[in-house]
């Protein structure tokens, strides 16, 4: 699987855009990129994922970049609900074991 | 729709004590997960269920972790006995035939070994 690697830390002022980087330089061409997020005494959430075109849901945006190398997580409007552990994960679609790094911290700032 | 249920939420045991932690997946999920997760850690996995079978316990310690998931719905992970570095969290999590990598995760199990 191909290795990710993310800020440990990031602060966004609440009602900003939050945009959450991802670098997975050795990606290959059948492997998505997913995002799971970790709030506080809970298990983790799964946000979104995607192959090479941007996707966007009710609770996020994800950028691929045209070489897929990286990806930004774009909560568009952040919350103090929002503060949470982000995981940007690569995996081939259908596999079925995750591998969590260490993720991004994200502290929403009132 | 309910979430991933798991019991207990908290549990403190002295070491060398048994535990044991329980699971119940969504309905018509037929892969369950235990992950286990170490304070400022991601969640790693201990155990992939299809149904009834264990299709990956590489990374289950088996000297002292058990686990089971009879009719292939609730599932249960065990420890005996339990050592001072079993503190952690345990994560279930399970997902639809076909959609493994979008996981449903329960809210965990914190044990703490004295």
């Known amino acids: 699987d191909a290795k990710t690697t993310q800020p440990t830390s990031m602060d966004c002022a609440e009602g900003r855009a939050a945009n959450l980087p991802c670098n997975h330089s050795t990606i290959s061409g059948n492997e998505y990129v997913y995002w799971y997020r970790q709030i506080h005494s809970q298990g983790p959430q799964y946000i979104i994922h995607g192959l090479k075109n941007n996707e966007t849901n009710e609770m996020a945006s994800l950028i691929i970049t045209e070489d897929r190398k990286s990806s930004t997580l774009i909560l568009p409007h952040a919350t103090l609900r929002d503060t949470a552990v982000y995981y940007c994960?690569?995996?081939?679609?259908?596999?079925?074991?995750?591998?969590f790094g260490t993720g991004t911290r994200l502290t929403v700032i009132p | 729709e309910a979430g991933v249920v798991q019991s207990p939420r908290y549990k403190i045991i002295e070491k060398k004590q048994p535990v044991a932690f329980w699971c119940n997946p969504i309905s018509g999920h037929n892969t369950l997960y235990w992950y286990r997760q170490n304070l400022g850690q991601g969640p790693e996995l201990l155990i992939r269920?299809?149904?009834?079978?264990?299709?990956?316990d590489s990374q289950l310690p088996k000297d002292r972790f058990s686990a089971e998931r009879l009719k292939g719905v609730d599932s249960t992970l065990k420890i005996q006995p339990a050592e001072l570095g079993d503190s952690a969290v345990y994560l279930c999590?399970?997902?639809?035939?076909?959609?493994?990598?979008?996981?449903?995760f329960g809210p965990g199990t914190r044990l703490t070994v004295l």
């Open positions: 999590a399970s997902s639809q035939p076909g959609r493994g990598a979008e996981q449903f």
């Open positions: 269920y299809e149904n009834e079978e264990a299709v990956d």
């Open positions: 994960i690569v995996r081939v679609t259908g596999a079925n074991n995750l591998f």
